[in-house]
């Protein structure tokens, strides 16, 4: 966190590091594919250039980590427009080079190529805007129609998406949500949540024993993350809550 001209020269000599450690294991960084990207709300936030061997690092708004595209202002818009856009390519695809009357194929392709593609690391950046949700549900409508050859503008969509035994891709994303807290708070996967996650004392009709304390929130990036997923664990049934698996 970049709170001050101290923090932002600690973190040049950080980059420093960087030069002896790359020749210490035969590795080496391409400046021009590492960028700064400023995390901030403030109207007048530091901002400060930083080097790499050298190389002045480019100032971006946006950049793409392990295939999550992050914003400098913490929302989802470019990530989403991207996924859909990738997604939307694969069902012209399909529709081009499987246009076969089988339902269960095609069916099995969207399942295997198009919608692995709209929830890749959706615990992480499940959007709450309205605008964000419809255009990726977008995408399984269009994916419903081509796998059931129905584009009569008469036809109803959501018929078919109960025809084919489709939930929403927003319950997928919530329940993707849950599956990763349920592995937080069972300590299955490396995450520290000490100071995240801290059991509530207060015992209530609705709670389980697994129920934790809500996360205050100042703004709707935050709210509408860890702390969205806190409020719908703890409205978890005691026995899902609390289930071995």
């Keep these: 966190v970049i709170i001050s001209p101290e923090d932002a020269a600690k973190l040049q000599d950080d980059l420093d590091v960087f030069a002896p450690w790359e020749d210490r294991w035969m590795m080496s960084f391409h400046p021009d594919k590492c960028t700064v990207l400023t995390v901030t709300k403030k109207h007048k936030p530091i901002v400060s250039k930083y080097y790499l061997r050298g190389h002045a690092l480019k100032h971006v708004d946006s950049a793409k980590y392990l295939g999550t595209h992050l914003d400098s202002k913490l929302n989802w818009h470019h990530h989403v427009q991207s996924v859909c856009k990738k997604a939307n390519g694969m069902i012209g695809f ?24 709209i929830e890749y690391a959706s615990a992480v950046w499940d959007p709450f805007l309205d605008c964000d949700i419809r255009r990726i549900e977008m995408v399984q409508r269009r ?103």
Excluded at 98 to 104: G, M, P
Aim: charged share 20%; glycine share 0%.
């Design 94 to 117: 399909l529709r081009r080079n499987l246009n076969i009357a089988s339902t269960s194929v095609k069916s099995l392709a969207y399942l295997s190529l198009v919608r692995p593609t």
């Design 143 to 245: 994916a419903a129609r081509y796998v059931l050859n129905r584009y009569h503008n008469t036809s109803s969509v959501t018929e078919m998406l109960n025809t084919l035994n489709w939930p929403t891709l927003q319950d997928r994303r919530c329940h993707a949500r849950l599956t990763m807290m349920y592995k937080i708070a069972n300590g299955l996967i490396s995450i520290d949540s000490a100071n995240q996650l801290i059991q509530t004392t207060r015992s209530t009709r609705r709670n389980h024993p697994m129920a934790f304390q809500h996360i205050s929130s100042r703004t709707d990036a935050r709210k509408h993350s860890h702390p969205r997923t806190v409020v719908a664990w703890n409205d978890l049934p005691h026995p899902v809550a609390t289930a071995e698996s």
